[in-house]
């Protein structure tokens, strides 16, 4: 095998191998905010409740603030709900 065709090769092994590093860092990065969110939306629920928020109230402010889809939202309620009942 030539020096170049060697290079060649162990600049491609480099870079596939730094590719799937970057990619599980980042992966690793979503899932810790990903969590973050999640525990501040849990914990503004039940503030949100004690301010005597209607359910919609909730809903939107929780779309608003976290840019969240609705859906998500409700989801997040109703997980609350469940603990609270």
């Known amino acids: 095998?030539?020096?170049?065709?060697?290079?060649?090769?162990?600049?491609a092994r480099v870079r596939t191998?730094?590719?799937a590093e970057g990619s599980e860092e980042?992966?690793?990065?979503g899932r810790r905010d990903s969590m973050?969110?999640?525990?501040?939306?849990?914990?503004?629920?039940?503030?949100?409740?004690a301010a005597n928020k209607t359910h919609e109230e909730i809903i939107t402010t929780l779309v608003a603030e976290y840019n969240i889809d609705q859906?998500?939202?409700?989801s997040y309620y109703e997980q609350v709900m469940a603990l609270r009942a």
């Open 1 to 11: 095998m030539e020096a170049k065709e060697w290079v060649a090769r162990e600049v």
């Open 17 to 19: 191998d730094s590719l």
């Open 36 to 49: 973050t969110l999640a525990l501040a939306i849990l914990n503004d629920i039940p503030k949100l409740i």
């Open 71 to 74: 859906d998500q939202a409700e």
């Open 26 to 29: 980042g992966l690793s990065i």
